[in-house]
């Protein structure tokens, strides 16, 4: 499956590793990409990730608002 969402608060090459780091820690998820430029972040993946980790994780980092899909 591939969801994409908007995260706000992306802002350099910085935001992009972080939050693709932080994704491939997270159970189910099989791969990540982050545009920083407009915060759309595609994600690949498995019916069983836990989005409210994901979201609690990348929020956790800094000034970054994670919709839940």
């Not at 499956?1 to 992306?10: C, E, Q, R, V, W």
């Not at 409210?52 to 994780?57: C, I, M, P, T």
């Amino acid at each position: 499956m591939t969801t994409t969402l908007t995260i706000a608060g992306t802002h350099c090459e910085s935001c992009k590793a972080l939050i693709e780091d932080v994704a491939s820690e997270i159970h189910g998820i099989t791969s990540c990409s982050v545009d920083f430029k407009t915060g759309q972040t595609v994600i690949d993946h498995m019916d069983s990730v836990d989005w409210q980790r994901f979201k609690q994780e990348v929020e956790s980092l800094g000034e970054y608002t994670v919709p839940l899909p």
